[in-house]
C-alpha cells in the first residue's frame, strides 16, 4: 500500500540518527615532537578526520608539556600523571602534585599513563605498585579514568608475570573505570581485564604481520570494550616504521580493526569513538 502524502511528510521529517565519521587518537605523546612540527602532525590528524586528541603525560615535568598544548588547541586534551619508568622515591609528594593537576586542570580528563613496567625494570616492583595503587585511588577519588600501562620482562615467561601483578591489583582495589593502552597480552589476560570492565585499547601493532596472536585478541574483544590509538611517535603501522608514528594513522588501525573483525569500518568508527568521548568525557 502506497503512503499518502501526510505519511511521506512524516517520514522524512522523522530525526535522522547522527552518524559519528570521525576518530580519536586516545593516546598520543604531542609533547614529545620537536615543536617545529606538531601544528604539521596535527594538521595531518585533521586531513584524515582524526578530529579529538588525548596527548598523555608519563611523568610531573610532562603534564606541564602537555597543558600548554591542550590549552591552545580546543580538540586536544591531556593527561595527568607519573608511568612506572619515571618514579622517584617521594610517592607521598609525587603523588599530591599529580592530585593536584587532575583536579584543578580543566583540561586534565584522565589519571595517567600509569601501572607496572617489567621490561625496562628502572624501580623495585613494590614501589610501582606503591605509585598504581596510589594514582587508582586519585583517579577514583576525582571521578577520572585511568590510562594503564602494562608490560612485561624481556626474558621468557616474564610477560605474564607483570600481568598477573597488575590484574591482582586492579581486583583487590575493585577499579574498572580504566583502560588497559596499546594491550599486547595474550587471549587469558585479555579476558580477565575485560571481566574486570576494563577498556581495551589498540595501536598500529595489530598491523604488524608477526602479531596473529594479538589480531585474534581484537577479533574476540567487543567493539564496545575498546578503543583505538597511537602511542606516537614510538609506534608506527606496517610499511611505514621509516619515521615517527603520526594521530592520522588511526584512520588505518580503525580499517585493521574492521579487516580482523570483518565488519564495516564506519561501525568500528563510531563505537569506539563514542567509547572514547564516554570515557573521557570530551
Not at 505519511?7 to 535522522?16: D, F, S, T
Not at 577514583?140 to 610477560?159: D, T
Not at 594521530?247 to 570483518?262: C, M, N, Q, R, S
Amino acid at each position: 500500500m502506497r503512503a499518502t502524502g501526510a505519511e511521506r511528510h512524516e517520514l522524512q521529517c522523522e530525526p535522522q540518527l547522527e552518524i559519528i565519521m570521525y576518530l580519536i587518537d586516545t593516546h598520543c605523546h604531542l609533547s614529545h615532537y620537536e615543536k617545529a612540527d606538531l601544528k604539521a602532525v596535527i594538521e595531518r590528524a585533521g586531513q584524515a578526520d582524526v578530529k579529538k586528541l588525548i596527548t598523555v603525560a608519563c611523568n610531573l615535568e610532562q603534564i606541564g608539556e602537555c597543558l600548554p598544548i591542550a590549552d591552545e588547541y580546543e580538540f586536544v586534551w591531556t593527561t595527568a600523571g607519573i608511568h612506572p619508568t619515571e618514579l622517584t622515591d617521594n610517592v607521598e609528594r609525587d603523588l599530591e602534585k599529580v592530585y593536584e593537576y587532575a583536579k584543578n586542570e580543566e583540561k586534565v580528563v584522565a589519571i595517567g599513563e600509569i601501572g607496572l613496567d617489567y621490561y625496562h625494570d628502572t624501580s623495585p616492583h613494590d614501589l610501582q605498585a606503591a605509585f598504581f595503587i596510589g594514582q587508582l585511588n586519585i583517579a577514583r577519588e576525582l571521578n577520572k579514568p585511568a590510562i594503564i600501562h602494562c608490560r612485561g620482562g624481556k626474558n621468557p615467561g616474564e610477560n605474564e608475570q607483570a600481568f598477573i601483578d597488575m590484574i591482582k591489583i586492579l581486583e583487590n582495589e575493585k577499579f574498572s573505570n580504566g583502560v588497559m593502552h596499546c594491550f599486547s597480552g595474550n587471549k587469558v589476560e585479555a579476558e580477565k581485564i575485560l571481566d574486570l570492565g576494563l577498556m581495551l585499547s589498540f595501536t598500529g601493532i595489530i598491523t604488524y604481520k608477526n602479531n596473529e596472536e594479538l589480531r585474534e585478541v581484537v577479533a574476540d574483544t567487543p567493539l564496545t570494550q575498546m578503543m583505538l590509538e597511537t602511542d606516537c611517535p614510538y609506534i608506527a603501522i606496517d610499511g611505514k616504521q621509516d619515521g615517527p608514528g603520526q594521530p592520522a594513522y588511526v584512520a588505518d588501525i580503525a580499517k585493521a580493526v574492521a579487516d580482523i573483525k570483518g565488519v564495516p569500518v564506519e561501525e568500528v568508527i563510531r563505537i569506539t569513538t563514542e567509547n572514547a568521548e564516554r570515557f573521557f568525557g570530551v
